[in-house]
Every structure is written in structure tokens, then in C-alpha cells.
């Protein structure tokens, strides 16, 4: 998978699944903001990122990605 | 001891998502019931069901407090939000009185499979996503209700199989009788997509009348073959006689009596017993003579022994008046955790309205059916006071008496 691919496809299923416009998911906006996540719904995006990639953001990982292009580096390093 | 009133009725049914649309379809005899292909595809006995929309909360609550709420709360919230709006209760009301919640659900069947069946597949907990926990528990509907509404009085879910909101209606109304509540949001859930039944059609419960589903449900007909489940949410406002006179409520019916009962039987299969105490309970409770109730809404499910026992605990109970009696649940199919207050709003339509709605599909009674009255067909009929049964598996039996205004 591409990085394009991966941006595009991360960007049409974050949008669906929080609710915003895609065109909010900017590399380098702070995703916790643009995604409005809380405490709880920052479960959902480790569960969406594994349904669609099977990559799995263990909990110690996740306070080093801020920003959506943190978030595109890590899949595309773990994706298969 | 308070009086009790009803101030607010709202429901998400298979006969309508108004009171308005619900009222009509009683009055005309529409049917709410349907032949499921995609129930067939996925290996139903019987396919069919009530046909049940799903509301569309997005433009009401935030992404991130939905996730928290399965079919079933969605229901109870959009028959709530209409219940608490009949009643002119606002949320600067609700924050400004200690308002309680009891609601009936006994089910959490689709949530809980979503969610284990996504951490089966990864083998990961954190699959199941934020609103799992939430969604799973059966309480769901009361913990989601009662922190959309801030509602800071007494939060608790009935579970008591089918009678579990005419049960959290009886406890609301022991509550506010005895003091200890001015106002509690009353009612039932009820799930309807098919992992909700699919162990149910499994025991082969269900009508196999798929070639005519609008009369499959026909309770206490002498060729009834089984019920057809449904399934929405219906919720009403109880408070108490003062307080409502005090906010200038409009007042719709008072509950003057509950009675219960357990059968001590068997899991499944009801006795006469039971039924009758509870309805004997009600009306003694309640100071009653059976010559005061105009209407019986009965349990009545369509199902052979069900009906039969029921229809034998009314003879019983009833003596030489003959009552008019209906099963609703021949539009309805069975809404089962819903059906208490469900059944409690369209009789309370019916009172209001002038009408006994016909007991759709009973064209011939059976030995046992034939010890009552069943009216067959809608007819105008002026009624002050109705009683409505509530039976559920385990042998648990609920009773309740409203009164109009």
C-alpha cells in the first residue's frame, strides 16, 4: 500500500466514522482536536486504524502521534 | 399516599412515531408487521417481524455521546424526547427538579455481539471500540437517558423478560405513591433486529403465517401458530396528582392500581394461577370492582397455551362480566420489553379517543378463548378505566389500572 493510499483511505474512514469533513484532515492538524476525541472515542480510532489496516497502535505508542502525518508514518511502517 | 398521573406519552413503534400516527393505525387496523427476506437469507424459522425505522440522531446528539447508544436507547430517546414534550417538560425543568428514570429492557443481543465478535476476530479488546461497554450493558437505555437528560433521580432498568416496563411503570408508581419521587420517566425498549430473537425463532415461538404476515399475530384465535416479534420503545410521564397541578400539567390518566405476581412454575409455559392473582391483586389493591374496568388490554402473544391461560385468569377474575377484551399485540406482534408501556399508550389512545381498537386476525376462538370477550373489530366504545397484563418467561405477572381524566 502506497502512501497516498493510506492517506486517502485513512482520511475517508476517520471522516465517516468521526463525523467531520475530510477536507479537516490536514498532515499536519493535531488529530485529537480535528477528530474532537475524548478520553473514550480515542479507543475508536486504535479500533478503526485496526479494522482498516490491521495495524494495531499499542497504548504506549499513541502520545507520540499528534498529527495526522505521524499517524500516516506509523501505519506505513507496520501495515503488511 | 400521592395520587399518581400520567402527563406524557411518547413512542417509536411499528404503528407510527407519533401518538397521532399510532392512534390512527389502532382506529384502522393497519397492521406494523412484515415478511423479513434478509431474516430468511440468515436462517429464520419464521421471517417475519414488525417493521420498525431507525430514527436519525445525528442532528440531535453528538458523535462521541451516540456511540454509548444501541438500537434500543435510540428508540427510548425519540419516544422520551416526545413523552417529555406532551408533558411540557423542558430541560431547564429537568435541571431544576430531581427528575428519576425507570425503564424496562432486557436485551442487549445485537451490541454485545458487534462488540465480542470484533474482539474474536482481532484479539484485542480495544476492538470493541468506546461505546461497547455501554451499549452491552442492559441497564444501557437508563445510563444513556439519564445523562442526555441530566436526570439526577433514581436511575434504574427493569429486567423481567415481557413484563419488565409494566414492572418499572408499577415501581415508578410506588415510588411517587409512597412520596419518595415527584416525577419519574417511565417505560420499555425493545431491540428489533434479528440477533434480538434469533434464539427465540430457535425454540420455534414464532407464526409461520408468512403467507399473510399483516395476520400472522392473532391472539386468542382459535388458528393462532405462534408470535411475531417487534420490537421500538414507548415512554410515559408519571408524577404525582400535586405536582402536576402545581406546574399546570395536563393531566391524561391516573394509575390507580398494580397488582403482581410470580407462578413459581415453569420457564416457559404459563399457568392460570399466576396470571389470576396478579389481576385479582390489581383490582384489590386498587379497591376496584371487575364492573369498573371498560377494557382489558391483554398479554396475549398468539401463542397456544399463552392466550389460553390468560383468556381462563380474565374468566376467572371477571366472573359473569363479560369485559371487552383485545390483544394489540395482532398489529403490533410482540414488543416484549417495550410491550407494558407500549400496551399502556395505546389503550391510553383508545380511552381518549373513544375506542376499543379490534383484535386483528381472531376470526374463531378456541374452547378457552371463547370464556372471553374478544372484540374483533374497532368499535367506538366510551371507557373511563382499562386494565393491561404484562406476562413475562420465568412466571413473572404485571397488572396494571389506569384511570382516565
Not at chain 2, 4 to 33: A, F, H, K, N, P
Not at chain 2, 269 to 292: D, M, Y
Not at chain 2, 293 to 320: C, M, P, W
Request: glycine share 8%; hydrophobic share 40%; proline share 3%.
Amino acid at each position: 500500500m502506497t502512501r497516498e493510499e493510506i492517506i486517502e483511505k485513512v482520511k475517508g474512514t476517520l471522516a465517516e466514522e468521526f463525523e467531520v469533513d475530510e477536507s479537516v484532515i490536514q498532515p499536519e492538524a493535531v488529530i485529537y482536536e480535528t477528530l474532537q476525541l475524548d478520553s473514550l472515542s480515542l479507543v475508536d480510532l486504535v479500533a478503526v486504524v485496526q479494522y482498516t489496516f490491521k495495524v494495531k497502535i499499542p497504548a504506549e505508542e499513541l502520545p507520540t502521534i499528534k498529527t495526522f502525518a505521524q499517524l500516516y508514518d506509523y501505519i506505513e511502517s507496520h501495515v503488511a | 399516599m400521592n395520587r399518581v398521573v400520567i402527563t406524557g406519552m411518547g413512542i417509536w413503534s411499528c404503528l407510527g412515531q407519533t401518538l397521532d400516527e399510532v392512534r390512527d393505525s389502532l382506529y384502522t387496523g393497519r397492521s406494523g408487521i412484515v415478511l423479513s427476506a434478509e431474516r430468511k437469507e440468515a436462517g429464520f424459522r419464521s421471517g417475519l417481524c414488525a417493521n420498525v425505522p431507525k430514527p436519525d440522531l445525528k442532528k440531535l446528539i453528538p458523535r462521541n455521546l451516540r456511540m454509548f447508544m444501541p438500537e434500543e436507547a435510540q428508540y427510548a430517546y425519540m419516544a422520551t424526547l416526545q413523552a417529555l414534550d406532551h408533558a411540557k417538560i423542558d430541560q431547564d425543568f429537568l435541571d431544576a427538579h430531581e427528575v428519576g428514570i425507570i425503564y424496562g429492557n432486557d436485551s442487549v443481543a445485537e451490541a454485545t455481539m458487534a462488540a465480542l465478535d470484533k474482539f474474536r476476530e482481532f484479539r484485542d479488546t480495544a476492538a470493541c471500540g468506546s461505546g461497547a461497554i455501554f451499549q452491552s450493558m442492559n441497564s444501557t437505555v437508563t445510563m444513556n437517558l439519564a445523562c442526555l437528560f441530566r436526570l439526577r433521580g433514581i436511575n434504574l432498568t427493569a429486567s423481567a423478560a415481557c413484563a419488565s416496563s409494566s414492572l418499572a411503570i408499577g415501581n415508578a408508581y410506588l415510588l411517587i405513591k409512597n412520596g419518595l419521587q415527584d416525577c419519574i420517566i417511565c417505560g420499555g425498549a425493545q431491540e428489533a433486529n434479528m440477533y434480538s430473537v434469533a434464539s427465540f425463532d430457535g425454540i420455534q415461538a414464532f407464526s409461520l403465517r408468512e403467507d399473510n404476515p399483516t395476520q400472522a399475530s392473532r391472539p386468542f384465535d382459535r388458528d393462532r401458530d405462534g408470535l411475531v416479534p417487534g420490537g421500538g420503545a414507548a415512554t410515559v410521564i408519571l408524577e404525582s396528582y400535586d405536582h402536576a397541578v402545581k406546574r399546570g400539567a395536563t393531566i391524561l390518566g391516573e394509575i390507580v392500581s398494580w397488582g403482581f405476581s410470580g407462578n413459581g412454575d415453569h420457564i416457559s409455559t404459563p399457568n392460570v394461577a399466576g396470571p389470576t392473582r396478579s389481576l385479582e391483586l390489581a383490582l384489590k389493591n386498587g379497591g376496584i370492582l371487575p364492573q369498573q374496568i371498560g377494557y382489558v388490554n391483554a398479554h396475549a402473544t398468539s401463542t397456544k397455551a399463552g392466550d389460553g391461560r390468560e383468556a381462563l385468569a380474565i374468566a376467572q377474575t371477571f366472573g359473569d362480566y363479560r369485559v371487552p377484551v383485545t390483544s394489540t399485540k395482532s398489529q403490533t406482534g410482540h414488543e416484549m420489553w417495550m410491550a407494558g408501556a407500549s400496551e399502556l399508550i395505546y389503550s391510553m389512545l383508545m380511552m381518549k379517543n373513544g375506542f376499543i381498537a379490534g383484535n386483528t386476525g381472531f376470526e374463531n376462538p378456541d374452547e378457552e378463548t371463547a370464556k372471553v370477550n374478544v372484540v374483533p373489530e374497532t368499535r367506538e366504545a366510551h371507557f373511563d378505566m382499562f386494565l393491561s397484563n404484562s406476562f413475562g418467561f420465568g412466571g413473572t405477572n404485571s397488572t396494571l389500572i389506569v384511570k382516565n381524566i
